[in-house]
């Protein structure tokens, strides 16, 4: 069967745009240390809620010292201080695939400018550079005409739900997370309702509820930002434990529990910030 496809591409204001502009942070340092300050953390975090929601084609991080100390001790410190801006990255749920580069370059030599300023100057010089680049938008295409089998509808949520069998694995596909957090963002909430409801409904079956996380290191869990436990991924399991016993679930018939990074699906990150149900029980409906 043929297709006709036309497409017309979109542009901005009449000219296309092929690229956006660069993101950036520093994180500043005391002298001679690697460990990144509680109030540049805070901030490093805030930049990284800032990011959760951009489409990134990469990130680099550089290092840097004051223009005291060895090259060779420059350049070990420096290279540390990447790798702990990484380490954060990583337990924040930024996958590292994005980061292309965590390079130290050793020291920043000193520019003076009033006697005064040294400190200062020497401050500002022990940092952490962070650049994010965001992908460039792709043009907006219009199908004017398109003639295609038609496939086959795809099963949701509630339809596995009403068919599912002890041994069954629900994912929630549909139920996503925001970067760092327990809590769905809104365009998930309809969704979960409608599970919530559905499970209501089918009140013979009992069902653990598994919580993930993406883009931690060594399968740890990640950092829940709201309470800066390493819990996340039994955090969302229990907003999801907890909202479902709300709209009416009996508490009885779940249980949750954090599944960390064990268990990633691929492909895009945000679809590891997931939760979903096992099937361990089917009895009778009361």
Do not use: W
Request: charged share 30%.
């Amino acid at each position: 069967m043929h297709k006709l496809l036309v497409f017309i591409l979109l542009t901005f204001n009449g000219v296309m745009a092929f690229s956006q502009k660069d993101l950036t942070h520093e994180v500043y340092f005391d002298t001679d240390k690697f460990v990144v300050p509680p109030t540049e953390e805070n901030r490093l975090l805030l930049f990284i809620s800032n990011i959760s929601d951009v489409d990134i084609e990469s990130i680099s991080i550089f290092g840097f010292c004051d223009d005291r100390g060895a090259d060779t001790y420059n350049l070990k410190l420096s290279q540390q201080r990447a790798d702990a801006i990484k380490a954060i990255f990583a337990n924040n749920e930024i996958s590292e695939d994005l980061i292309s580069n965590v390079d130290g370059k050793g020291k920043i030599l000193l520019k003076v400018v009033e006697e005064k300023d040294l400190l200062k100057i020497r401050g500002l010089n022990r940092k952490v550079e962070i650049i994010v680049k965001p992908k460039p938008p792709k043009p907006e295409k219009v199908e004017v005409a398109e003639v295609t089998p038609e496939k086959p509808k795809e099963k949701t949520e509630i339809d596995l739900i009403n068919e599912s069998a002890v041994g069954d694995k629900i994912v929630f596909k549909n139920i996503l997370f925001k970067t760092g957090y327990a809590t769905v963002t809104p365009v998930s909430k309809k969704t979960l309702e409608n599970i919530a409801k559905a499970l209501v409904e089918r009140d013979d079956i009992y069902f653990t509820i598994q919580g993930h996380v993406c883009c931690t290191q060594f399968t740890r869990d990640a950092v829940d930002r709201k309470t800066k436990k390493r819990n996340l991924s039994e955090a969302r399991a229990k907003y999801v434990y907890d909202y479902f016993a709300k709209k009416g679930v009996d508490k009885k018939r779940m249980r949750h529990l954090g599944m960390r990074r064990k268990f990633p699906l691929g492909g895009d990150p945000k679809f590891d910030r997931r939760v979903e149900i096992v099937i361990t029980y089917v009895g009778n409906a009361n």
